[in-house]
């Protein structure tokens, strides 16, 4: 998938476009709370970008950094509602849109997002 998406430049520009729109939009409000809460903010972009690259079939950054891959064992920290999965959903479809990756990539990326966040809900 990195390759279909454009490589590790599409996904440093859709990580930086998605916390800017974390940042800025009120959608990302309970999300940026999260990341305060949790290890701050200085370390989401990078950690993002290495996580992705693994994630979307690309090297593996984050696995050699941290020697896992695993979703909840890194949000374990953090309580994460429907409504703040459902939010990062919405963010991440508008960061994919707004830095132009093609809509069957999309598509293919956004259904697996969805099981991987809705997994990740751990309280009501």
């Not at 090297?59 to 064992?73: A, D, S, T, V």
């Not at 949000?75 to 994919?96: C, T």
């Amino acid at each position: 998938m990195i390759d279909r998406i454009g490589g590790e430049d599409k996904v440093h520009d859709l990580v930086d476009h998605f916390y800017d729109l974390i940042e800025t939009l009120p959608q990302g409000r309970a999300i940026m709370e999260m990341h305060l809460k949790g290890h701050g903010l200085s370390h989401v972009r990078p950690a993002q970008f290495e996580f992705l690259c693994g994630f979307f079939g690309g090297r593996r950054y984050y696995h050699e950094r941290h020697g896992h891959m695993n979703l909840r064992e890194i949000h374990a920290h953090v309580e994460i509602r429907q409504q703040d999965a459902e939010d990062w959903l919405a963010v991440m479809d508008r960061a994919m849109r707004e830095t132009s990756v093609a809509e069957n990539e999309r598509g293919e990326i956004m259904a697996t997002f969805r099981r991987a966040a809705l997994m990740l809900v751990n309280t009501a």
